[in-house]
Structure formats: C-alpha cells, structure tokens
C-alpha cells in the first residue's frame, strides 16, 4: 500500500517513514500542507499520515480540501493535540483515525492496517487462495503451510493482487501503489518482481498457475482448479 506522510518536524518524519517502509509500505513524503495537496492530487495513496499543525496549510485545512472530492483515501490525524476536543473535531472534518503525540509506532501501524483493510472490505488479516496464504498483519505467504521467501516487493505485489481477486489490476495501479513518487515508471522492474514471484510459487504448486497476465491489461489472480481444495 502507498502512504503519504504529512509532517514537518524532520525527525518525526524519518521515524515514521522508516518504520512504515520496514512493513512494506511504499511511502512518499509532504513537509506542509500545500505540498500534501499537491501530491494528492498527482498521485492514488492508500493513506495519508497527516499531522494537524503544518506550514503555509494546516492539516484540518488539508483534511477539509482532500474531502471535498475524495471520500475513499484513509486519513490518520497524528498530532501533538491531545484534548478529546481536538479528536472529536478531526474526527468530524473527516479523519478516519486520530493518534495523539507521543505514540507506540507498532499501534500506528496497526491502525494503518485496520483501515486499510476497510477500505478491501476485509474483516481477516489472512487472505487464501487455494493451497495459498498470506497473512497481512505478518507481511508473510504460505503455500501448504511452508512459509515463502520473499521479497518485500514481491510480498506487496501479491497481498495487491489478492486484496483485488475480483478484477484485473494493471501494472501502472501496482506501480503507483507499491513504489513511491521516484519510481521510474519506464523501468522494467514490476515484470523482474512478478516473474520471479511466479517461479517461486511454481516451485512449490507445479503446474498450478496463481498469477496470471492478461495482454494489455494486466495481472489477476487465476481461479482455482477444482481439485485443489
């Protein structure tokens, strides 16, 4: 999943984005409100960290613009506002969340997840396809109950994949989801990651082909062959 981080304080910022990166999230960065919105509106992320007191736009300003034209992105409110006041009216302007400052990074990133996971409809942290698991709170796959070695790339393209089963998702939405703003979209790394996930799955599944390509379009989760369950 993509992640902005809105934060001006430089070391509050570098704490966060380096933990998120460490559970595989691709993260951008905006160090004031008028950089945030400009991002957004450049880029499709999942969420947004989003800090109340910022330069030139404060956050509740950045909040309210974000929520005129876009109800879907997650937004976590971290700030150093802590009055119960302050939550209930971040919650209102429409803030999904509200963390105060200071905070237990492992919480943080917990409720990351659980909203992500609203926006997939997604109650589990584990998703299945056949003989295949993935746990999302973990960061981890399965096949036949042995645990797979994967890259983080190749761990967050297939969680993309398998959060999205209903459709084919095309490779510009993988990229924009899971690399961050200095990607070279012209590169051939998406195709490098997703055809060494293939051959790790086949190693283990043979002739049992979990990710499929549609010419054009994009990459899908193939459906389950009967006698796999």
Known sequence: M???????DLSMQKSVCMGLR?????????SDGEEA??????????????????????????LREIRKN???IKILILSARSEVEDKIF???????????KPFHFKELEARLRALLRRRFTQTDTRLSHGELLIDTALKTAYVKGNLMELTKKEY???EHLMLNKDKVVSAEEIMEHLWDSSFDGFSNSLKVHINSLK?????LLGE??????????????AEVPLDAY
């Open 22 to 30: 460490k559970f595989s999230y691709a993260v951008d960065v905006a």
């Open 199 to 203: 051959k790790k799955l086949a190693a």
């Open 70 to 72: 876009n109800q879907d």
């Open 2 to 8: 993509k992640i902005l981080v809105v934060e001006d």
């Open 90 to 100: 971040g919650l209102d302007t429409g803030a999904n969340d509200y963390m105060a």
């Open 37 to 62: 919105l400009r991002m957004v509106e450049i880029h499709e992320y999942d969420a947004l960290v989003l800090d109340w007191n910022l330069p030139r736009i404060d956050g509740i300003d950045v």
């Open 156 to 158: 967050g393209i297939l």
């Open 208 to 221: 049992q082909e979990v990710i499929k390509n549609r010419r054009g379009l994009g990459y899908y989760i």
